[in-house]
């Protein structure tokens, strides 16, 4: 992360976790959470979670959670069932359930873990600001789950605030947090200090802590640029309004959700934290693609490469070429796309350079013009494999030019 391009720090520090989860069983599904959490001591979770799934398989069960979590209760169909722990990675831990199971079924699960024992640097204890995600196993969680909804209970002490993706309703000493389109993942964030702004458009607010005034208005400035950048080169976002929270403890990490960004300032909001924030906000428009496998560069290549054509827009042309010469200098190194995924060697290198650049060439190739009708039907119809992407570029590219991008990626 110390130079000006994004180092994804979710693919270096976090890969095992990535690689582990992304092998779990694929047998059922999650549908919807509903859950009570209480964190009113600030120093432990207490969850109770009623956690629907739609089953693909009647004989085995997986999910994961923090390795520290205590069990308490696991029922399914107002009985116990037993269970066993098949490995623990990071702050993970690997649960199995071996049982009959209906078609449709609710488990239910109780447990408790102390937050100041999770071990992540990313994601260390902090009582000014709490961040939970799947990261630190906070849920019960299958990252092969997508578009699952949730509603869930939280009782937080009195002077402090969560903030989460989806619609938040304050009641009394609780706050209830409801996703009827969620994505992936449940992230929140808790504190008693929050700032909160937002962009003149109202369409990203902003949750901070510790930030002098002129920085606030730097991120509201910059960040309703990108948006409006992105969204005039690829269409309206599907997501209306937008979250990000920003913390000034350099945290090794920023990630992206439908409607939520977590930015850890590195460089004082300097052109690194710019960049970062950019690549995460073009996910507002490239995360339909599977995560954890090399088809993830559909995701992080395109969000780059839309970064990349910001930076274009808004830097020196001194600084842009200099920029640009690290992703040709991965270009030109003989790794395939295809032959390298989330815990390889190469990924860093192929996903957020060579990607980018493979896309930067095709655009000089079939010209701005073709390229920007491309990323807007890429977007529209939410491709999310290659195959379907390289058929739709045979509609807006000559042979050439998808004979070179395919010997890229095959």
Known sequence: MKNLVKTNILSILLLPVCILITHIS????????????SLD?????????????LNGDK??????????????????????????IEGVVEDLKKVR??????????????????????ESKIFTYNPNW???????????????DKNYSYQLNFKVPENYDIIGNGVVRKKGLNTIITN????????????????????RNNKIEFFSVQLPAEKIEEIQETSLEMYN??????GKSATDNLIVTVNPFGHDMSYARRGFISLSLLDNYGLVDRKVLAHEIAHLWWQNAKTGVWEDWLNESFAEFSTLKWMEKTLSDEIFQKQLKKYEDAYKKPVKVSKTKTGDTDWHSVAYFKGPYMLYQLEKNIGEEKMLQFLKKVYKDKISTTEKLIELLKHYADEKSVKILENEIY
């Open 180 to 199: 009827t389109s969620n994505h992936f993942d449940i992230p929140v964030v808790l504190s008693g200090k929050f700032q909160r702004f937002s962009t």
């Open 130 to 144: 709490i961040e939970l995600s799947l990261y630190t196993g906070w849920f019960p969680v299958n990252i092969d």
């Open 229 to 234: 950048f992105y969204e005039s080169r690829f």
């Open 97 to 118: 359930i071996k049982n009959t199971f209906p078609k449709k079924f609710v488990l239910n699960i109780v447990y408790t873990y102390p937050l100041d024992k999770i």
């Open 59 to 84: 004989n085995e069960l997986d999910f994961y959670l923090n390795k520290n979590a205590d069990i308490k209760q696991l029922r399914f169909g107002n009985k116990s069932v037993e269970y066993t």
């Open 41 to 53: 001591s600030l120093k432990s979770i207490n969850a109770a979670f009623n956690i629907s799934y």
């Open 26 to 37: 694929k047998a059922q599904k999650i549908t919807h959470y509903e859950g009570n959490v």
